[in-house]
Structures are given as structure tokens and as C-alpha cells.
């Protein structure tokens, strides 16, 4: 049986999730940050942050807001389908190992998995503008180039994503 460390260490070495990487390091790094004020950069990046309030709140609390005005809206529309890839590629029989204990005890493992994408999605949608203590994407582009896809709806969408291939899997082993 693999446990879930593997399945995600597994995930992160895939394309997707190095494509989200590198978008990740180009609008932290590369992009000038005049995007924002071009055109389509506001056509595009104000829908966005209109529609996350908490896209401002993280604009407001970098020490890079021109970067941040591109960086969160951006990775914010690349985050589902991330989710999308996850969800139509992983191996189910993958999923299956890991809900072959009790029924009660998957579904309580799908409460906490769902428990979490609550508390994340509202700290990322919601309540953002901050940072964790052990990464500082406020205040390091080179920080934000690494984790700020966590803050910008990457760490909700992956947890969506194994929540609901958590319920096909236990979808699947009640129905067969």
C-alpha cells in the first residue's frame, strides 16, 4: 500500500505541477511587473481580483505589490487546472489503497481531507494577505516564487483534488 507522502511526492515530480513551477518563477522573477498596467493585463488580472477579494489583501501586504497584482490573479486562473489534470489523471486504484479500512474510518479520513479544503480555501479566499511564519512569500520574490502557489489557491485545489478522488474511491469500493 502507498501512503500518501509517496502519491504526493509522485504528483509533484509530474509536468503539471513543474509547469505550475516554472509559471510560478517567471511571474515572481522574470515578468515585469508593469503587466499589470498594460491593457490586457488589467482586462484580464481585475476580473480576478475583483472576483478574490483576498487577491488585494495579498497586494496590499507584499513588499512587492506590482509583482503581487500580476502573480496572484495569474497562478489564481492556473490553480483549477491544476486541480482538472489532478483529478482526470491520478490512478484511482491509487486512491482505493488508501481507503481500505473500515468504512467509518474513510469516511472520517474524508471529513478531516474536506475539514482542511474548508479552512484552506477560506484562509487562501477569503481571509489572504498573510504568510506563514517558515515562508515569507510577503516579503522574498524568491519565496513567492516557491510557495506563493500554496497562498494562491494551489493548496486549496489539491486538497479539492483528494477529496474528490477520496470520495470516488470510496464510492467505488461501496458499490463493488
Known amino acids: 500500500m502507498r501512503t500518501l507522502a509517496t502519491q504526493v511526492a509522485k504528483e509533484i515530480a509530474q509536468w503539471p505541477f513543474l509547469v ?22 488589467s482586462w484580464v488580472l481585475q476580473p480576478v481580483a475583483e472576483l478574490v477579494p483576498a487577491t488585494g489583501d495579498y ?26 489534470w489532478m483529478w482526470k489523471t491520478m490512478s484511482r486504484a491509487s486512491w482505493v489503497d488508501q481507503f481500505q479500512m473500515k468504512p467509518v474510518a474513510a469516511i472520517v479520513r474524508l471529513l478531516v481531507v474536506l475539514f482542511l479544503a474548508l479552512l484552506i480555501g477560506y484562509g487562501t479566499f477569503i481571509e489572504g494577505g498573510g504568510q506563514l511564519e517558515i515562508i515569507p512569500w510577503n516579503e ?29 474511491a470510496l464510492i467505488s469500493r461501496i458499490g463493488a
Open 20 to 41: 505550475i513551477l516554472a509559471a510560478s518563477v517567471l511571474l515572481a522573477l522574470v515578468i515585469p511587473p508593469e503587466l499589470s498596467q498594460m491593457t490586457l493585463g
Open 59 to 84: 497586494v496590499r501586504h507584499s513588499r512587492f505589490p506590482e509583482v503581487a497584482a500580476v502573480y496572484f490573479p495569474v497562478m489564481l486562473l492556473l490553480s483549477p487546472l491544476h486541480f482538472l
Open 140 to 168: 522574498s520574490k524568491v519565496a513567492l516564487a516557491l510557495a506563493g502557489y500554496i497562498a494562491s489557491g494551489g493548496g486549496f485545489f489539491i486538497v479539492l483534488a483528494s477529496f474528490v478522488m477520496g470520495c470516488q
